[in-house]
T-cell receptor, first 115, second 108 residues
Framework: SAVISQKPSRDICQRGTSLTIQCQVD?????MFWYRQQPGQSLTLIAT?????????ESGFVIDKFPISRPNLTFSTLTVSNMSPEDSSIYLC????????????FGEGSRLTVL | AQRVTQPEKLLSVFKGAPVELKCNYS??????LFWYVQYSRQRLQLLLR??SRESIKGFTADLNKGETSFHLKKPFAQEEDSAMYYC??????????FGTGTRLTVIP
């Protein structure tokens, strides 16, 4: 299994500001995934981050709003830009277990509240 | 388009009673389905996958393509089963589409 650390675990942010969430994995992984879980909603995939290439965004999510970095095989960041209250969510980093198994390991999540 | 429906947001059962968490899906391809669980103050984790046809912690789930369902079942619920359960559909390459989840409470 992979151990995933996310920072910050929670934050309260002002409207219009940006926040970067960090995700560190204790082993090298090819693909990292960023999910969003809005209050009372399910997890929604924002984007898939591969090392050495641009992230692949899901429908409804754009790079200008959610820029992602993937500088190496153990680290990624997600920035939530120009935040509004609608961005208040839990943001989760996840990695594949290995191969195509459907098993993902998740971080503890970063709970953002935008005022 | 894919869809995963978990009709019950909340489900309460008594300890020792059978439990069934419902999941229905819509997907044009060949589905791969999973159940994920999140216990209190723990991370979301895989419970079981349909392709393995395994029983984990007494839970089983059978893929019914005719009814497009993947219900999670356990014959005798335990207090430690109280958690949030998510049904998920794979769209390939570990790209998972999650349902809205069911919060199971097992009453002592």
């Amino acid at each position: 299994s992979a151990v995933i650390s996310q920072k910050p675990s929670r934050d309260i942010c002002q409207r219009g500001t940006s926040l970067t969430i960090q995700c560190q994995v204790d082993s090298q992984v090819t693909m990292m995934f960023w999910y969003r879980q809005q209050p009372g909603q399910s997890l929604t995939l924002i984007a898939t981050a591969n090392q050495g290439s641009e992230a692949t965004y899901e429908s409804g999510f754009v790079i200008d709003k959610f820029p992602i970095s993937r500088p190496n095989l153990t680290f990624s960041t997600l920035t939530v830009s120009n935040m509004s209250p609608e961005d208040s969510s839990i943001y989760l980093c996840s990695v594949e277990a290995g191969g195509w198994s459907g098993e993902l390991f998740f971080g503890e999540g970063s709970r953002l509240t935008v005022l | 388009a894919q869809r995963v429906t978990q009709p019950e947001k909340l489900l309460s059962v008594f300890k020792g009673a059978p439990v069934e968490l419902k999941c229905n899906y819509s997907y044009s391809g060949s589905p791969e389905l999973f159940w994920y669980v999140q216990y209190s103050r723990q991370r979301l984790q895989l419970l079981l996958r349909h392709i393995s046809r395994e029983s984990i912690k007494g839970f089983t789930a059978d893929l019914n393509k005719g009814e497009t369902s993947f219900h999670l079942k356990k014959p005798f619920a335990q207090e430690e089963d109280s958690a949030m359960y998510y049904c998920a559909l794979s769209r390939g390459a570990n790209n998972l589409f999650f349902g809205t989840g069911t919060r199971l409470t097992v009453i002592p």
